[in-house]
Each structure stands twice: as structure tokens, then as C-alpha cells.
């Protein structure tokens, strides 16, 4: 069953980079038709997903986060990271990492995810 795991920095300035790393567990990245995902949820708002890095190394953003994102992956790690660009204080939120399908609602294994505030 695969487990993940979100770290990172729980604060950042303003105009920096958010840069998250998800480690997986019982389970490779590289594993076929597997999507690894990144979502974050605002406080008091719903569900936004980010983006996700495929088994095969393809990417693919949410178009209004698109110019500000890159997700990467090491395969000897068995992680992949989110570098969010540019933040603004409405960046604030709790990322989550998830795998499964492509979109958000085939998603079937979720890290515990992590608040990221955005404040100088």
C-alpha cells in the first residue's frame, strides 16, 4: 500500500518559492500508469489541484497555476517536489500529496499534507 509523505517549510515570504518534497513508500515512482499528484486547500475554501508528474517523467499543471510551477522528481529517492514560484500571501494553504489516476477524484492514496503560510 503506498504511504506519503509531505516536507517542507511551513512558512515562506512573500515573492519567494514554496518547494515541497513527498517521499513515497511501498510503492516506485516509476510504477506504470501511476500519476503523483500535488493539491492544496486554502483555509475555508475547497480542493485545488496543482498539477502532477506522470510514471513516465511527463508533467502537466492546472492552467492558472501553470507559469508559476514545476514538479520534479528523483527516482533514486523515490520523491518528487513542488516548486510553487512568485507566492502571495492567497498561496497559503495545506499541500497535500496524493497518487492514483489522473484527476483529483481517482486519487486513492493521500499524504497527511502540510500548511504552507505565505507571510512576512
Known amino acids: 500500500q503506498v504511504q506519503l509523505q509531505e516536507s517542507g517549510p511551513g512558512l515562506v515570504k512573500p515573492s519567494q518559492t514554496l518547494s515541497l518534497t513527498c517521499t513515497i513508500s511501498?510503492?516506485?515512482?516509476?510504477?506504470?500508469?501511476?500519476?503523483w499528484s500535488w493539491i492544496r486547500q486554502p483555509p475555508g475554501k475547497g480542493l485545488e489541484w496543482i498539477g502532477y508528474i506522470a510514471f513516465s517523467g511527463n508533467t502537466y499543471y492546472s492552467p492558472s497555476l501553470k507559469s508559476r510551477t514545476s514538479i520534479s522528481r528523483d527516482t533514486s529517492k523515490n520523491q518528487f517536489t513542488l516548486q510553487l514560484s512568485s507566492v502571495t500571501p492567497e498561496d497559503t494553504a495545506v499541500y497535500y500529496c496524493?497518487?492514483?489516476?489522473?484527476?483529483?477524484?481517482?486519487?486513492?492514496?493521500w499524504g497527511q499534507g502540510t500548511l504552507v503560510t505565505v507571510s512576512s
Open positions: 496524493a497518487s492514483g489516476g489522473s484527476l483529483l477524484s481517482a486519487c486513492n492514496a
Open positions: 511501498g510503492g516506485s515512482i516509476t510504477t506504470n500508469s501511476y500519476y
